[in-house]
């Protein structure tokens, strides 16, 4: 089950190349429902993703980089590239930062998972977070990939 919430940041982090971060690319095979396949630096995945907002249904596989390197040519749609900053904000949470390049060169967004709904539901996002873009669909990155542009 993936728990989470999202956010489009009015400023970036001070030192934000201290943060470890990772190049994603990731291709759509399925928007509905989700399969995706993902490279995340040097590991590679095949995931679905069940229908849902801020709650759904996530299962990941590992893949080979062939048969990643086979899938990917398959996407329908744009395939996404971004950089992904792991940000620690307290209470074991994780800030996850994306800055898109390529077709979708300029959207940022800030997502966090939470280990259940009470989390998610009375989290309080640090100013920098921004807007609360959890219900708009138009941030999902299925949906992007699809030209659907925030």
């Known amino acids: 089950m993936e728990i989470e919430r999202k956010f489009v940041p009015v400023k ?11 190049r994603i690319e990731q291709g759509y095979l399925c928007t509905a429902p989700v399969v995706r396949v993902r490279r995340d630096g040097d590991s590679y995945y095949m995931t679905y993703k ?40 307290g209470n074991d949470l994780t800030a996850e930062l994306d800055i898109f390049d390529g077709a979708l060169n300029g959207i940022l967004l800030v997502e966090v998972e939470f280990p259940d709904e009470s989390a998610a539901r009375s989290f309080i996002p640090p100013k920098w977070f921004g807007e609360d873009v959890t219900l708009d669909p138009r941030y999902h990155n299925s949906n992007m990939s699809k030209g659907i542009r925030p």
């Open 50 to 89: 069940g229908a849902g907002m801020m709650v759904r249904e996530e299962y990941n596989l590992p893949l080979t980089k062939e048969a990643y390197e086979h899938l990917i040519v398959k996407a329908d749609g744009t395939v996404i590239s971004k950089t992904r900053y792991r940000i620690p904000i």
């Open 12 to 22: 970036l982090p001070d030192n934000l190349e201290s943060y470890p971060h990772t």
